[in-house]
């Protein structure tokens, strides 16, 4: 098959600093009057890169990647400084929606000048007007100044401009969150169908979900370099996996030196024995003073069947009021190895500010797990996950029998949290999987 994109050595750098502004007395002092050259860094370098007609490929990578570098080049803004890329057909680009409106023009002229911009004549904008104006949602709308509309509305006529434009190359940098959801899923679905024709479309997008379920390919960026380029759902799986190891780093470092050293040790109702810095970690500004594993009938256990339900109840303590914490529980196997994994914040179970004491738990509705030995860890996490206030590790132990059907795989068919406090009253979640 033809490529659509080629790039070869591929390379982009930036200046720091002006060089010829005028210097701090501090500046001076360190470095004496003598100027030196400009700094420069690299935002792309040494950049292979062959994409097939029609595939679609996602560009990921941690901010300041390169992404929105190598979609500019591709789109023409801008020169590389150093080897060559060449993008075969008319190219489109939603790199930066609204770029080129203006506040005292109407959504009409608008259009028209916006379209004309994007690549195409006049006549072209004219007998694709209806279709625009019927996709963005504003025929009601189109005749009044820009400077009327929301934000909302706006960003939904220059999306619905970018897509008319026809191309054989389209660029995306992230702009798929457009509008209400209603509207984004009509975006969405224009992608499918313009992918569907068999137009080349290179993503980017912090949405790794995205990338895995709408790409064929993905391209893995980091500093300015390729990590890995390949099937999107393997690059993405490798992607995410480095960045929660990153982060997760990030956040044992910084527990760790946040946990005390003088606790007495905390015995549970289960049985297990906490110790700080042995298998309890954390702050202790908020403290998880027992923790259950409870079946289906809410007894206590520590052994189930594949496809029974397993309830994970904590008692958690708030001498201060603690805004939005974050509460986590994982089930991992040999060598830590993580099995199922959930927390408030990936179930979108936002807890208020928390004070006193209260109960959180999670219930695994037909939990399957292989047959063998599991350890259920738990904790309650700083809004942002920077660190951890009370992570009990490696301390409730699971075994899953042989008995049942559907041993070899690892799920849940329901995750449900639940909260209950003196200060929020009950609230409930269920998220099917």
Request: hydrophobic share 40%; aromatic share 8%.
């Given at each position: 098959?033809?490529?659509?994109?080629?790039?070869?050595?591929?390379?982009?750098?930036?200046?720091?600093?002006?060089?010829?502004?005028?210097?701090?007395?501090?500046?001076?002092?360190?470095?004496?009057?003598?100027?030196?050259?400009?700094?420069?860094?690299?935002?792309?370098?040494?950049?292979?890169?062959?994409?097939?007609?029609?595939?679609?490929?996602?560009?990921?990578?941690?901010?300041g990647a390169g992404k929105s570098t190598l979609l500019r080049l591709l789109g023409g803004?801008?020169?590389?400084?150093?080897?060559?890329?060449?993008?075969?057909?008319?190219?489109?680009?939603?790199?930066?929606l609204g770029a080129g409106f203006h506040s005292d023009l109407t959504g009409r002229e608008?259009?028209?000048?916006?379209?004309?911009?994007?690549?195409?004549?006049?006549?072209?904008?004219?007998?694709?007007?209806?279709?625009?104006?019927?996709?963005?949602?504003?025929?009601?709308?189109?005749?009044?100044?820009?400077?009327?509309?929301?934000?909302?509305?706006?960003?939904?006529?220059?999306?619905?401009?970018?897509?008319?434009?026809?191309?054989?190359?389209?660029?995306?940098?992230?702009?798929?969150?457009?509008?209400?959801?209603?509207?984004?899923?009509?975006?969405?679905?224009?992608?499918?169908?313009?992918?569907?024709?068999?137009?080349?479309?290179?993503?980017?997008?912090?949405?790794?979900?995205?990338?895995?379920?709408?790409?064929?390919?993905?391209?893995?960026?980091?500093?300015?370099?390729?990590?890995?380029?390949?099937?999107?759902?393997?690059?993405?799986?490798?992607?995410?996996?480095?960045?929660?190891?990153?982060?997760?780093?990030?956040?044992?470092?910084?527990?760790?030196?946040?946990?005390?050293?003088?606790?007495?040790?905390?015995?549970?109702?289960?049985?297990?024995?906490?110790?700080?810095?042995?298998?309890?970690?954390?702050?202790?500004?908020?403290?998880?003073?027992?923790?259950?594993?409870?079946?289906?009938?809410?007894?206590?256990?520590?052994?189930?069947?594949?496809?029974?339900?397993?309830?994970?109840?904590?008692?958690?303590?708030?001498?201060?009021?603690?805004?939005?914490?974050?509460?986590?529980?994982?089930?991992?196997?040999?060598?830590?190895?993580?099995?199922?994994?959930?927390?408030?914040?990936?179930?979108?179970?936002?807890?208020?500010?928390?004070?006193?004491?209260?109960?959180?738990?999670?219930?695994?509705?037909?939990?399957?797990?292989?047959?063998?030995?599991?350890?259920?860890?738990?904790?309650?996490?700083?809004?942002?996950?920077?660190?951890?206030?009370?992570?009990?590790?490696?301390?409730?132990?699971?075994?899953?029998?042989?008995?049942?059907?559907?041993?070899?795989?690892?799920?849940?068919?329901?995750?449900?949290?639940?909260?209950?406090?003196?200060?929020?009253?009950?609230?409930?979640?269920?998220?099917?999987?």
């Open positions: 098959m033809a490529l659509a994109i080629e790039a070869r050595q591929l390379g982009k750098r930036f200046r720091r600093y002006d060089p010829h502004r005028p210097w701090t007395f501090q500046e001076v002092v360190a470095r004496g009057w003598r100027r030196g050259g400009p700094e420069y860094f690299w935002g792309l370098r040494e950049i292979d890169l062959a994409i097939e007609a029609g595939t679609t490929v996602g560009v990921i990578g941690a901010n803004i801008g020169q590389p400084d150093e080897g060559s890329i060449k993008v075969h057909g008319r190219v489109s680009g939603l790199l930066s608008n259009v028209l000048v916006t379209g004309i911009i994007g690549g195409l004549t006049r006549a072209e904008v004219e007998r694709e007007f209806d279709s625009i104006v019927d996709f963005a949602e504003l025929r009601d709308a189109i005749d009044a100044p820009l400077r009327t509309y929301s934000s909302g509305m706006e960003m939904r006529l220059a999306f619905a401009v970018a897509i008319h434009v026809q191309s054989s190359v389209l660029l995306i940098d992230e702009v798929l969150a457009v509008g209400d959801l209603a509207f984004q899923r009509k975006c969405l679905n224009r992608i499918l169908d313009l992918k569907a024709r068999g137009v080349t479309i290179v993503l980017v997008s912090h949405d790794a979900a995205t990338v895995a379920t709408l790409c064929e390919e993905a391209l893995w960026l980091e500093s300015g370099r390729i990590v890995e380029h390949g099937p999107a759902p393997s690059v993405v799986n490798h992607y995410v996996a480095m960045m929660r190891a990153r982060a997760q780093q990030r956040n044992e470092a910084e527990t760790l030196s946040r946990t005390p050293g003088d606790r007495p040790p905390l015995r549970t109702s289960s049985g297990a024995t906490l110790e700080v810095r042995r298998n309890r970690f954390g702050s202790l500004e908020m403290e998880l003073i027992d923790v259950q594993l409870l079946d289906s009938y809410g007894s206590p256990t520590a052994e189930i069947v594949p496809g029974d339900c397993l309830n994970v109840e904590i008692l958690y303590d708030a001498p201060g009021a603690i805004p939005r914490p974050v509460f986590g529980v994982t089930i991992t196997g040999n060598g830590g190895r993580v099995c199922l994994d959930t927390s408030t914040d990936r179930e979108d179970f936002t807890l208020p500010l928390i004070r006193n004491r209260g109960t959180i738990s999670v219930r695994f509705e037909g939990l399957r797990l292989p047959a063998g030995l599991y350890h259920v860890d738990v904790g309650v996490y700083q809004q942002d996950w920077s660190y951890a206030y009370d992570y009990h590790y490696n301390s409730y132990p699971l075994r899953m029998r042989a008995e049942g059907a559907g041993c070899g795989a690892m799920e849940a068919a329901r995750i449900i949290w639940r909260h209950e406090s003196q200060d929020s009253g009950s609230r409930r979640l269920a998220r099917v999987r």
